[in-house]
T-cell receptor, first 113, second 115 residues
Framework: AQSVSQHNHHVILSEAASLELGCNYSYGGTVNLFWYVQYPGQHLQLLLK??????LVKGIKGFEAEFIKSKFSFNLRKPSVQWSDTAEYFCAVTTNRDDKIIFGKGTRLHILP | NAGVMQNPRHLVRRRGQEARLRCSPMKGHSHVYWYRQLPEEGLKFMVYLQKENIIDESGMPKERFSAEFPKEGPSILRIQQVVRGDSAAYFC?????????????FGSGTQLSVL
């Protein structure tokens, strides 16, 4: 069965530090990849998505992610984080087999002011 | 457009009671998904419904849980005879058409606490 692994459960960074959150998926076929963010007390929002084309995807709020097919990875990056980036980040995947989204367990990011 | 509306935001039940969670999808959306978020775990798919049809319930526990999405009115996730392990945040998402997960919109969730 398809699965998504997020390796870091909790990440603490200082403002202006660079961020990279890991995400790996298991599925050999065609995938669509997503990163969602959940700010404290709010609902999930889509940060960015990859369907096809350029494997480097730009999202909102300065986030980007790179799809590396050979590594089954879709890591999220931001060159310089802000305190307002404190949130939980979820990597997710859909496949050409079915429609439901499979989520990773999430990474809690805490930015120190 | 009001977005995906879930109510109540918080629901407290005693063991053995029934919990009903409601989800009104965005206007024009006919596909609803329910997810459960347990502490220290990610979102887990429960069920995918279209109007009056259950499309995929592979993530639903075999007993006590049921879901519906009637022709009129919100989608309902029903948990009978709740137990402490049912305590979690339950999220609903909607999309306008099948397979377009890029347009999946989430509600704010219902936090269920079982005493």
């Amino acid at each position: 069965a398809q699965s998504v692994s997020q390796h870091n459960h909790h990440v603490i960074l200082s403002e202006a530090a660079s961020l990279e959150l890991g995400c790996n998926y298991s599925y050999g076929g065609t995938v669509n990849l997503f990163w969602y963010v959940q700010y404290p007390g709010q609902h999930l929002q889509l940060l960015l998505k990859y369907f096809s084309g350029d494997p480097l995807v730009k999202g909102i709020k300065g986030f980007e992610a790179e799809f590396i097919k050979s590594k089954f990875s879709f890591n999220l990056r931001k060159p310089s984080v802000q305190w307002s980036d404190t949130a939980e980040y979820f990597c997710a995947v859909t496949t050409n087999r079915d429609d439901k989204i499979i989520f990773g367990k999430g990474t809690r990011l805490h930015i120190l002011p | 457009n009001a977005g995906v509306m879930q109510n109540p935001r918080h629901l407290v039940r005693r063991r053995g009671q029934e919990a009903r969670l409601r989800c009104s999808p965005m206007k024009g959306h006919s596909h609803v998904y329910w997810y459960r978020q347990l502490p220290e775990e990610g979102l887990k798919f429960m069920v995918y419904l279209q109007k009056e049809n259950i499309i995929d319930e592979s993530g639903m526990p075999k007993e006590r849980f049921s879901a519906e999405f009637p022709k009129e009115g919100p989608s309902i996730l029903r948990i009978q005879q709740v137990v402490r392990g049912d305590s979690a945040a339950y999220f609903c998402a909607s999309s306008p058409t099948e397979g377009t997960n890029e347009k999946l919109f989430f509600g704010s969730g219902t936090q269920l606490s079982v005493l």
